[in-house]
Every structure is written in structure tokens, then in C-alpha cells.
């Protein structure tokens, strides 16, 4: 006895063997982490130095050279990507994949801290990070309504941060916008000249008299007793009432040169939200946690402070990521299910047997629940990747267990015993399921194994599919024989005489006249087998001509029910402007009926830039996609003078402000690069491509530079570093004394009055201690302005012009294929060009990745075929056919208008299994025939008689399955549902039409029985 038939007879058995995976399945489901996208660790390390008051071409020079020497050294590096702003310095060090990112991390900290004291004296410590370029907050939070921005921030700071710091899952809080409370000594420049007092004596008088310091301790009996200065102030009164000690050696009142204020520090950023001034907390989950859980805790503690928060002030969720990431699992969710469902009425309908449907309805489920347990054991969360494998597998699901169903039935139909139909109705077809299910497992394999970023997301995405591949092959040797053998009875179909059975008695009269009809096909393409071929040919021309009509984005548009708009002003801009101009957008798009609310943030490490959240009320809510308020908002931030405005649709992926197509223009000499990006950037706005088209080399703003003079400096004994000391004292000011009030800290900054550092001639009256007395900084050197280069981009150590833009039509491979185009009419010298960053180079990357994945899985899938069917002529007829199936895949696109994607690029791939399946199930009868002597054409039609129903069930069927996710919002899931839908039309067409022939043609028949004629 076999251990199919031991498996057949024995259902208990059988049934406690597939329970057992089913029921780890099920646990490991339910604790399984669920997250948006795969928790990847991309080994990316920031270094950020800030060095206020330093320009762009300071911190290049001075800052970021300097570090991307001392990082270079570092080993796996890929790129140095460095950005050199006012005020500070970013430089960000990408490894190689395979590189451990908390080692390199650690790497990168020792190589940063050898080099410390070569930085500025005025550059602040450097920040060192490994660094996610997905990394999105789990939830931001809105804090608004209170006058007193004071107030707000410190309410965020220590209440809401605190209380969102503790829950379980979070990792981080961070807050943005209002203002710290600070006391301000704002120095009158007269009256410091009048006093003969210079800034550094303030300083001074200040840091001497705030002091508390221990002064040791003294012995009392057995005991000792600390003793303490404490000196430190203790009103606002006390500040004014300081004594400082003038050049001239005399004691005057603070007050009598300053006022002294109890009020706000300069506003680093703004935030606002739906036109008021507010308060942004941003929620970072851990690594590894469970966005949806966590994401639950944060809105249950955000409502929990709602009913204490101080008078006037309110707290609104802007943005979380649980619901948005529940609703994408239930919908994947719901498409499975209800492709089963229609799996299960399409099957019934044809066969008119409710327990034939019935076992496939348990099948599919049982391996799908029992894949959860490997999903687990492989450390993967329920994510993106793993629910799109699934709804990818459901295809192959339905077709495995069809075939054993269908075929079975047969066997019954013939009258076979229930036992020994399920033995050999399984045996006829198993060549074809191990080919189906084998072919997925060396197709996706290799796909996990893909290298680049997208390889980190394929990697669950692959061995998901070949988990569910593996459990639905257990399945068709296993549950299924077992079920029909106790379920399927003989005249099943007879006794149906309603709705079901009249359907399949039709269907098989059609499907009868199908193949009459087709056997004319038949016979025309042997006796006209150059013809069939050259019509096949004509046919793939036509699909290859229609491809580059295709649109092609890497991750195609979802309407998310989120916008993101980024204000870029012009360089200089004050934040203060910057967040006005945010609010007259916020303004207009308030009036949209389909906008529910808008955030911003206004500043940060550029006071010019401002990045806002736009959240629509849902899809089925409202009149208008995405696009369409998009445009609506467009035309309005085009007129509002002195800022870049772009607006964009929220990519669940790549998450706010990633754009369409981003390119760098590279060489060697800086003013040829400009030369070649002023020619690129006419080219692409006369073609209209673009809604917004940015560079990254801004108009230059303008700074006041003072020019110290070597002999005056040295004849009055003023060193280069006092004046600069100096000078950013009395400008941007000098925050190193604290106020204490009530436990907490308050900085007592120290600086000149706003009327007192307006022009150069301010700057010039700054007054500096010499060995000569007190004098004005103006007659140590020239003050003059000048222009400024505000951003400086640097790529592996050299300058480069870094284009970013939103598409206003065309996708990015057409845009792409125009670049490029347009590029090599331009003649670039030697050094120079163009080289694609961002998501483009993803998408380019990614494409490379797959197809190389699919070279190597039709490689292994024939070499699969070869070993199952020891030959290897009909592996390569079946490869033949398998090709063929992707013509109908280019009209299908064509047609629907579905795109090129990463969906429907692994859709293909799982098309090669599917379309496998088909051709084996005709080519394993005809062979079988073949070994009985029959003629090769005869064996071929018998093959097609035997096959033809139960091809066409099963294709229809897989089409069915996956029809659902073809009208998904998402068009990563539907484009894979047009490939699938368009593969298996074509698969099912040149099975039949050219299959046969090539199968005659190559001579695969041959050595294999003796023919009878």
C-alpha cells in the first residue's frame, strides 16, 4: 500500500496530521505583530553637526569635508550623500546591505569622535544616528487652542511627552513648534558705548553671580556637614539688579544697560493646524513593535489627557498608522476570502456538487492558516509584502486543489470505487501539481535572495509564497484525495436539478461544442505549423509595440486619503514668514469640502522650508480623488509669491515628500554641472512633465561678512576667535546660564536688542574688549554683504545638483526614457552626466533585481521540468508556452490601463508557475498516451479532450480567485490581479494553439513507446 492510499484510507489520521499545522498556524497568527512594511534595518548612519551662524560654504569647508574624510575610511561604504545648510551639517553614510547597522553605527561614532577637536569651537557636538529612510511616527498629535505658546510647549513637553513616553511600544516623543519660555537680556548698543561695557563683560557678570558650588565640608563631632554656595538667582528682580563690572573697572546695574525680559527663545519652528497656532507631538514606535497595538494605546492615552488639559487648549490626532494599517489587512483580507467564494460558486456551478466545493473551500483555508506558522517561525510580522504574497499564492491555492477536485470527480463519474478514484485521480494529475507547486518554490526562492533595498522587501514577499506553495503541495497529496474519497459520491451531479445542476449541464454542452469546434483549430495548426507560429510571432510584436505605452511607476499612485504640501521660500526667509505663508495655504484649503483637516511644521533646520499633513475625509465620503484636490490646490500655491510650493499624494510605501523622479547632474568643475542643469531643467518644463520641478542649488541669499584685518587685529591684540566669539554673542546670543524656578531650568540668554542688529552698520558698532581699550568691530576690519550659497549637495565627496519633481503627467519610465534621450543630444563631456537617486534609482535597481530573479527562476523552473519529466525537449515546449502567455499580459495592460509596477512585476513571476500548470496537465496525458503507442497527433487530441475542461475550470477558476483585488484601490494588488488575469488568458489560448505544435515540432515524442498508426 502507497502512502497516498495509507493517507486515503486512513482520514483521521490525516486530517489530525493537517490540523496540527493548522492549529500552529493559527496561534502564531494571532501573535503575530502587525505592521505596515517589513521591519527592515537599513545599515544608514547620520552624522548632523549644528555651528549656528555659520554659512553654507563654512560648514562645507569646515564640517563636512572634514567628516566625510574621517567616515570615508569606514569599510562596506556605498555612498556619502552630505548636505552643507546654514547653521549645520548633515552628512548621511550608506552600507552595504549585508552590513551589520549597529556595528557600522558604532563605526562611524569612533571615527566622528577622533576628529572632534579639528571642527569649529562654535560647532556643537555631532549627532550621531543610524538612520531609516521609511521611518514614518506611529501617530502626531495636535496641541492648540491657548494663546500663550509658552504654555502649549511646556504642557507637550513635560505632560503629553511624558505620558506618551511610557506606553508600552513607543520609543520616542518628539515635539515641534511653540516656544520655549527663556529669559532675554536684550543689550542697548548706546548705552553699552556710553558705559564703556562690552558684551563678554556681561556674560561674565552673569555666569559669576548665577552660581551655586560646593565648598567641601566641615567635621561637626562624629559628623561631617557639606557646605554650598548658593548664588544663584532667584526672581527676575535679582537678574536686572546684577552688578556689572565696565571696561573702565566701574560697577553699573544690568538694568541700567539692558531689560530684561521673562519671555519666549527664537522660534526654531512653527506648527500649525487648521489655522491655528500649535503644538506637534510625534509618536515613534520601536522596532519590531506592533504598529496597530501601539497605535491603539497612543489614541486611548490621547483621549484619557482630552479631560485635563488647562483651559483653551485642545488635542486633536492628526495622523495615526493603526486604523490605516487595519483597514489595508482586513481589505487583503476580505479579497482572499471572497476570492474563495467565488472560487467555491464557480466550482459548484460547473460541477453542480456542493461537497466538491465544499473540500476546495477547506483546502485553500487550511494552507493559507497553516503558512502563518513558518511566517512566524521566519521572524516576519503581518505586513504589506506577506498579505500581497498571499493574495500572489491564491492563485496557485485554487489551481492545486482544483485539479485533484476536478479530476477525482472524473474518476467517480466513471464509476471507479471512491478510494481508487482518489488514489488514481491524484496520481494522473500529481506531475502537474509538483510542477505548479515545485515551479513556485524555485520561482520565489531566489526572490527572497534578491539583492538592494527592494530585496529587504521581497525577501518576506518570497518565502511567504513558497510556504503557502509548500503547504497547498502537502494539501494535494493529503487533505484533498482524502476528502474527495469521503465526500464525492457517484451521480452527485444527476441528483442536482435546480439552478446548479441546469448551470452545469449547460456548461458542459458549451464546453463539449468548445472542443468540436476547436478541433478544426486543431488540425489547421498542424497542417499549417509555420503559420501558427508566425501568427504567435505577430502577436508578441504587437504586445512588445503596445509596452512602451504602458505607464510604469515603482509604486503606483493610491489615493490614501492623505496629501502632503512642501514650502520651500526663498533662502533667508524667516520662519516666522514661512509659517505665514503656511497659513494662508492652510487658509484656502480649509475652504475644500473633502478636507477634514492640515498640520504643519514650519522650520527646523531650514527656517525657509515648511512641510504639511492634508487628511481627506474617506474615498466613499466624498466627490473628488486625491488628484483632483491636488490640482484644485495647485493653481492657488502657484500665485503666492517667493516659495516653491509642491503637492503631493501620501505613498504608503515610501512614505510623505518622496518624489516622482529625482536625479543628480554630476561632473567636475561646479559651474559646468550648473551649466548642464539649466539646460536639463529648460528641456523638462517646455515638455510639461512636471506639477513641480525642484533643484537643489537655491538662489543664494545674502549675509553680512566681516573681514578681520591681520595688522589692525594684531596691533590691538584681538584674536580672530574673541571677534568671532563676539560677534555670535551679540547676534545670536549666549544661552549658556540657567534660571531655576519651581524644579525646572529656563535659559538666560544674553544678545543684543532686535533695533540693534539690523543692518551692517549695526554689526559694525558691536563693541569688543583690546589691549587698547573698548572699540567698535569696524575698525578691526572691512564689513561688506555678499551673496551665500544657501544649500550646498555633496554625493562621494564631490558637488552635484540634485533635481526632485512631482509628475503632472506621463509615468516615471516614460519621463525616464525622455531624460535619458534628451541627455545624450545634450553631449555631455567626459565626467559629467546623470544618475538617477531616490525612488527612481529604487525603481531602476528593483527592476534589474526581478528580472534577474525571473531569468534565474524559468532556469530552475526547466530545470525542475526536466528532472520531473526526465527530458529535456518537453521542459523547453512548455517554456515556449509559457512565454507565449505574457502576450496577452501587454494587451491586457494595455487595455485596462494598469501599469508596470512592483505588483504586476511579481505577478509575472508567479504567472510562470501558473502557466506551467496548464501545459503540463495536456503534456502528462499526452505522454502517458504516448507509452501506450499511440501517434503522436492522436495522443495530443487525447490529451486535449481529457485536459480541456479541466483547464479551462481551473483557469477560469484562479481568474475568479483573484478578480476581487482587480478593482482594489490599491493598484500594487490590482496591477497583480491584471497580470495574473491577463496570463492566464493567453496560457489558456497558446496551450492549445501552439503547445501541440511545438510539442511535434521539437520531437518530444520521440524514444518515448512505440507509435501505432
Known amino acids: 500500500m502507497t502512502m497516498l492510499e495509507r493517507l486515503i484510507k486512513n482520514p483521521i489520521t490525516t486530517s489530525v496530521f493537517v490540523l496540527f499545522f493548522v492549529i500552529l498556524g493559527i496561534v502564531s497568527m494571532t501573535d503575530m505583530v502587525i505592521q505596515h512594511k517589513p521591519d527592515i534595518d537599513f545599515p544608514m548612519a547620520s552624522i548632523q553637526v549644528v555651528y549656528p551662524g555659520a554659512s553654507s560654504s563654512d560648514i562645507e569647508n569646515q564640517v563636512v569635508k572634514k567628516i566625510e574624510n574621517a ?494 504640501i512642501s514650502v520651500k521660500a526663498v533662502p533667508g526667509t524667516s520662519v516666522e514668514r514661512t509659517a505665514a505663508i503656511m497659513d494662508e495655504i492652510s487658509e484656502y484649503v480649509k475652504t475644500i469640502p473633502e478636507v477634514r483637516d492640515i498640520a504643519y511644521t514650519a522650520g527646523g533646520n531650514k527656517s525657509y522650508t515648511a512641510a504639511a499633513v492634508v487628511t481627506l475625509v474617506k474615498p466613499e465620503q466624498r466627490k473628488k480623488s486625491d488628484k483632483e484636490i491636488i490640482n484644485d490646490i495647485t493653481p492657488f500655491a502657484a500665485m503666492i509669491p517667493g516659495a516653491e510650493i509642491a503637492v503631493s499624494a501620501h505613498n504608503d510605501l515610501a512614505g510623505d515628500h518622496e518624489y516622482d523622479i529625482s536625479f543628480h547632474v554630476y561632473g567636475i568643475e561646479y559651474e559646468k554641472i550648473k551649466m548642464y542643469a539649466d539646460r536639463i531643467e529648460a528641456v523638462l518644463k517646455e515638455q510639461g512633465y512636471f506639477r513641480t520641478l525642484e533643484r537643489s542649488d537655491e538662489l543664494p541669499s545674502r549675509e553680512i561678512r566681516f573681514v578681520p584685518d591681520e595688522k589692525k587685529m594684531k596691533n590691538y591684540g584681538v584674536m580672530n576667535a574673541q571677534a568671532g566669539m563676539v560677534l555670535r554673542s551679540a547676534l545670536h546670543g549666549n544661552d549658556s546660564a540657567v534660571y531655576r524656578e519651581a524644579g525646572e531650568e529656563y535659559r538666560i540668554n544674553i544678545s543684543l536688542a532686535d533695533d540693534y542688529k539690523r543692518a551692517a552698520e549695526d554689526i559694525g558698532n558691536i563693541q569688543i574688549i583690546s589691549k587698547k581699550g573698548l572699540m567698535p568691530l569696524r575698525e578691526l576690519g572691512s564689513i561688506s554683504e555678499a551673496d551665500t550659497e544657501p544649500v550646498i549637495k555633496r554625493h562621494n565627496k564631490s558637488r552635484v545638483i540634485q533635481f526632485d519633481g512631482y509628475l503632472y503627467k506621463g509615468s516615471q519610465t516614460e519621463v525616464q526614457r525622455f531624460l535619458e534621450a534628451r541627455a545624450g543630444e545634450m553631449g555631455f563631456e567626459r565626467g559629467y552626466g546623470i544618475k538617477y537617486v531616490g525612488m527612481t534609482e529604487m525603481m531602476i535597481d528593483s527592476m534589474k533585481s526581478i528580472m534577474k530573479a525571473m531569468l534565474i527562476a524559468i532556469i530552475l523552473t526547466f530545470m525542475l521540468l526536466a528532472a520531473i519529466l526526465n527530458s529535456l525537449k518537453t521542459p523547453l515546449a512548455i517554456a515556449v508556452s509559457v512565454i507565449t502567455s505574457f502576450v496577452t499580459v501587454g494587451y491586457f495592460l494595455f487595455f485596462t490601463r494598469f501599469g508596470i509596477n512592483l505588483g504586476s512585476m511579481v505577478a509575472s513571476i508567479m504567472m510562470v508557475g501558473l502557466a506551467v500548470n496548464n501545459s503540463i496537465l495536456l503534456l502528462d496525458y499526452t505522454i502517458h498516451k504516448l507509452r501506450e503507442g499511440m501517434a503522436v497527433r492522436k495522443a495530443l487530441w487525447e490529451g486535449v479532450k481529457a485536459r480541456f475542461r479541466i483547464i479551462l475550470v481551473t483557469t477560469a477558476a484562479v481568474m475568479a480567485g483573484v478578480s476581487p483585488a482587480l478593482f482594489d484601490s490599491d493598484l500594487t494588488r490590482s496591477s497583480m490581479a491584471a497580470v495574473i488575469m491577463g496570463g492566464m488568458i493567453g496560457s489558456w489560448i497558446f496551450t492549445f494553439f501552439l503547445t501541440p505544435v511545438i510539442f511535434e515540432m521539437m520531437g518530444c515524442h520521440k524514444g518515448m513507446g512505440r507509435e501505432k498508426s
Open 71 to 564: 567616515v570615508s575610511e569606514a569599510s562596506d561604504i556605498e555612498d556619502i550623500i552630505s548636505y552643507a545648510n546654514e547653521n549645520y551639517g548633515l552628512v548621511l553614510v550608506k552600507f552595504s546591505l549585508e552590513s551589520d547597522p549597529d556595528v557600522k553605527a558604532v563605526e562611524i561614532k569612533d571615527r566622528v569622535e577622533a576628529i572632534i577637536k579639528e571642527l569649529p569651537e562654535g560647532a556643537e557636538k555631532p549627532v550621531i544616528s543610524k538612520f531609516n529612510i521609511l521611518s514614518e511616527p506611529i501617530a502626531v498629535l495636535a496641541l492648540y487652542g491657548a494663546d500663550d505658546e509658552a504654555a502649549m510647549h511646556e504642557f507637550a513637553e513635560k505632560t503629553i511627552k511624558d505620558r506618551m513616553a511610557v506606553i508600552d511600544g513607543v520609543a520616542n516623543v518628539r515635539v515641534e513648534g511653540g516656544r520655549e519660555r527663556q529669559i532675554n537680556i536684550e543689550l542697548d548698543s548706546g548705552l553699552m558705548r556710553a558705559n564703556y561695557t562690552a558684551i563678554t563683560d556681561v556674560i561674565r557678570a552673569v555666569s559669576y553671580k548665577n552660581l551655586n558650588m560646593p565648598g567641601g565640608s566641615i567635621t561637626r563631632g562624629t559628623k561631617k556637614v557639606n557646605v554650598r554656595l548658593v548664588g544663584e538667582y532667584g526672581s527676575i528682580e535679582e537678574i536686572k539688579n546684577t552688578d556689572v563690572i565696565t571696561s573702565e573697572g566701574a560697577a553699573i546695574k544690568l538694568s541700567a544697560i539692558a531689560e530684561v525680559k521673562d519671555g519666549y527663545g527664537e522660534a526654531e519652528a512653527i506648527s500649525g493646524y487648521n489655522g491655528k497656532k500649535a503644538v506637534a507631538v510625534r509618536v515613534i514606535g520601536q522596532k519590531n513593535g506592533d504598529e496597530v497595538l501601539i497605535s491603539r494605546r497612543v489614541l486611548n492615552e490621547a483621549e484619557a489627557l482630552k479631560k485635563n488639559l488647562p483651559e483653551g487648549m485642545s488635542l486633536d490626532v492628526v495622523t495615526e498608522k493603526g486604523s490605516v494599517i487595519l483597514s489595508e489587512t482586513m481589505i487583503t483580507f476580505r479579497n482572499i476570502i471572497l476570492g474563495m467564494a467565488l472560487a467555491f460558486i464557480f466550482l459548484y456551478l460547473i460541477l453542480a456538487d456542493i461537497r466538491a466545493a465544499l473540500i476546495a473551500s477547506i483546502v485553500i483555508p487550511t494552507s493559507i492558516l497553516s503558512t502563518f506558522f513558518l511566517i512566524d517561525k521566519s521572524g516576519f510580522t503581518i505586513n504589506i509584502m506577506t498579505l500581497m504574497a498571499f493574495v500572489t499564492a491564491l492563485g496557485t491555492l485554487i489551481a492545486n486543489a482544483l485539479v485533484v477536485i476536478e479530476n477525482v470527480s472524473v474518476h467517480i463519474e466513471r464509476g471507479d470505487d471512491r478510494i481508487k478514484a482518489a488514489v488514481n485521480g491524484t496520481k494522473e494529475v500529481a506531475v502537474s501539481v509538483l510542477a505548479a507547486a515545485g515551479t513556485n518554490l524555485v520561482v520565489f526562492t531566489p526572490i527572497a535572495f534578491v539583492g538592494g533595498i527592494i530585496g529587504k522587501f521581497l525577501a518576506q514577499f518570497g518565502l511567504t509564497v513558497v510556504y503557502v506553495s509548500l503547504f497547498s503541495l502537502i494539501a494535494s497529496f493529503t487533505l484533498t484525495p482524502m476528502l474527495c474519497a469521503l465526500f464525492l459520491r457517484p451521480g452527485e451531479k444527476n441528483k442536482k436539478g435546480a439552478f446548479a445542476g441546469a448551470v452545469s449541464k449547460r456548461a458542459h454542452i458549451i464546453l463539449d461544442a468548445m472542443v468540436e469546434k476547436y478541433k478544426a483549430v486543431f488540425d489547421w495548426a498542424f497542417a499549417h505549423r509555420w503559420k501558427a507560429m508566425a501568427i504567435t510571432g505577430v502577436l508578441a510584436a504587437g504586445s512588445l509595440f503596445v509596452m512602451p505605452y504602458i505607464s510604469g511607476d515603482f509604486l503606483p499612485h493610491k489615493d490614501s486619503s492623505r496629501l502632503s
